[in-house]
């Protein structure tokens, strides 16, 4: 008596067995479906940052259009204001966005990691940066698409009854793939920058995140090609003396760039540094009155991310003021130093463009859309000091697989020449100024 007959214990069994499965399987269906309309979400929100920007570059091109002496007041101005929205309403959205995902990726307290990727800081993101372009300042968005994706990513994993691990570094590629669509680029940007490892855990994951923010953006605006394909080709011979020429003019001056943004986070010395932080708002708009100074003696070309100016030169279809590389680097520096939001991908590569336009004159053997290219991905490399993101996006964006072996020596070299400038990369370094803890130099806290 009390013992269950066979057919009982079966069915019991079975029972256990299915209740077994449901709780192994079914937070393994959640997880995966938190990354899937996370990728989904990003590739929407990239998208639509997309249009926010193009249209806000518009309207200041419509203005200074219609009144040339417009940029002298309204770019300061509105830098002044950016800078105080974002220090009053948004704090830590700042800056391009990707060094606040690097320290949150390195803090495992919730408390201090929520800040950084808050849906608050995100909306300011969103709001700062179409607010700069507005303006006029010399500013990407794909930066701040990390700090977006990533925020949206984080933020759904905080419904998820425990830690997700990958969450930031998924949000932070699908933002890059989504933004540029290149998702090849978004994933070796998630392993090279983001992480500098390979979490074999959450690898598969962030790939479907990857996947579901490109399907995302491509069902939205249709295939493309970021600056359009180019049939450029390099025969070994004379042409292959642009590659170490522009290697190491590109690691030269994205070196100097990122010293010049390492300096300024970490605070001018002296009199400089203590009217800054006295009067940070006042420093934005003064660094906005020598961004409009830059676009006027640039015929203009200075302003926005540089987009158009780049695939000009790019194609040849149009030729910017040769003052253009060197005036879009001085506006880039101004503007990333301001405290506004506003990422440096997009003017980074508008400035190795210019940089090629400068070069060509040296190099007239080689076509000017290979100087570009090169151009691009040294600077590029230079400036991050992550060369195989480097190489890999600028082919991505270009579609030129002729191209690829000049492109990785280019940006190799680029990336050891940067190093002799500072020898650390730009984001990790930055990180630390959001960090709790004393961290080394590449931006990881330090072991025990």
């Known amino acids: 008596m009390g013992l269950m007959s066979p057919p009982s214990r079966r069915r019991s069994l079975r029972r256990s067995l299915r209740l077994r499965a449901l709780r192994i399987w079914l937070p393994r269906f959640k997880r995966r479906a938190m990354f899937l309309f996370g990728g989904i979400a990003v590739g929407a929100l990239a998208v639509l940052m997309a249009k926010l920007a193009d249209e806000a570059q518009a309207l200041f091109a419509g203005l200074a259009a219609r009144a040339p002496a417009a940029p002298l007041l309204v770019t300061p101005l509105g830098f002044a204001l950016a800078a105080w929205l974002a220090g ?12 606040q995902v690097i320290a949150a990726h390195g803090i495992d307290d919730p408390a201090l990691r929520n800040p950084l990727v808050s849906p608050k800081v995100a909306v300011g993101k969103i709001v700062l940066l179409v607010l700069g372009l507005a303006c006029g300042a010399s500013s990407g968005r794909e930066g701040p698409t990390v700090q977006v994706g990533a925020s949206v990513m984080y933020a759904l994993g905080r419904l998820a009854p425990h830690r997700q691990p990958g969450l930031l570094i998924a949000g932070s590629a699908a933002g890059i793939a989504a933004a540029f669509n290149a998702p090849l680029a978004g994933i070796i940007f998630g392993i090279e920058e983001m992480s500098r490892s390979f979490e074999a855990r959450t690898s ?7 996947i579901a923010a490109g399907l995302t953006s491509l069902g939205l605006v249709g295939d493309y090609t ?6 450029d080709v390099m025969p070994f011979g004379i042409e292959w003396l642009a590659v170490p020429v522009v290697g190491i003019a590109g690691g030269l001056g994205g070196g100097v760039f990122s010293r010049l943004l390492i300096e300024a986070g970490r605070g001018f010395p002296g009199a400089a540094g203590h009217f800054v932080k ?15 100074l830059c676009g006027a ?8 991310t540089g987009y158009e100016q780049a695939k000009g030169i790019l194609h ?34 508008a400035v190795g463009a210019g940089l090629a336009q400068n070069l060509h004159g040296l190099l007239p053997m080689t076509p000017i859309g290979v100087l570009t290219i090169l151009g691009m991905a040294s600077y590029l490399s230079g400036v991050v000091q992550a060369p195989i993101t480097s190489f890999v996006i600028v082919d991505e964006m270009t579609e030129n697989h002729a ?37 080394a130099e590449d931006g990881r806290a330090p072991g025990p």
């Open 204 to 210: 598969g994951l962030i790939l479907g995140t990857v």
């Open 403 to 439: 191209l690829v072996i000049p492109i990785m020596i280019c940006a190799i070299l680029a990336n050891a020449v940067s190093k002799l400038v500072y020898p650390h990369g730009v984001y990790h370094t930055l990180s630390r100024g959001y960090m709790p803890v004393p961290v």
């Open 88 to 99: 009053r309403y948004f704090a830590n959205s700042g800056g391009s966005g990707i060094p």
């Open 297 to 304: 003696g640039s015929a203009g070309t200075v302003f926005g």
């Open 226 to 231: 970021y600056f359009g394909r180019t049939p």
């Open 316 to 349: 040849g279809t149009t030729a910017p003021p040769d003052s253009f590389g060197v005036l879009k680097f001085c506006a880039t520096v101004l503007s990333s130093i301001s405290g506004i939001p506003g990422g440096i991908f997009a003017p980074s590569l």
């Open 278 to 292: 006295r009067h940070p708002i006042l420093f934005a708009g003064l660094c906005g009155l020598g961004v409009a």
